[in-house]
Nanobody, 126 residues
Framework: LALLWESGGGSVQDGGSLRLSCKVSGDANSRDCMGWFRQGPGPERERVASIFRRETTDYSDAVKGRFTISQDDADNTLYLQMDSLTPEDTGTYFC????????????????????WGQGTHVTVSS
């Protein structure tokens, strides 16, 4: 049984910061790739950040330089530090785990991730 549980969402002003957490347990804990995705009003989930084997990070162009993904083995938690938030960052954020990777990078497509949390919502107001 794999469990991922996100927390840390909320409402902030334009330019503010939030840190999301994802507690990982069970089968999801040993996945090579962990990622954060966000979903707006539509059904598609956009990958914003991923980390390969707890070391190699990758970000979407939209968040590069503002968001930081990290993983703490001591408490089995995945983090997403989000700074300089804008209203365009509003959405529901999901953490995900998977085993598929290529050239030491994690995929950006959500279909490649097997394990998902329930999501935490972020609202950024102008």
């Amino acid at each position: 049984l794999a469990l991922l549980w996100e927390s840390g969402g909320g409402s902030v002003q334009d330019g503010g910061s939030l840190r999301l957490s994802c507690k990982v347990s069970g089968d999801a804990n040993s996945r090579d790739c962990m990622g954060w995705f966000r979903q707006g009003p539509g059904p598609e989930r956009e990958r914003v950040a991923s980390i390969f084997r707890r070391e190699t990070t990758d970000y979407s162009d939209a968040v590069k330089g503002r968001f930081t993904i990290s993983q703490d083995d001591a408490d089995n938690t995945l983090y997403l530090q989000m700074d300089s938030l804008t209203p365009e960052d509003t959405g529901t954020y999901f953490c995900a785990g998977g085993s598929y990777w290529f050239e030491r990078l994690c995929p950006s497509q959500s279909d490649n991730y097997r394990y998902w949390g329930q999501g935490t919502h972020v609202t950024v107001s102008s």
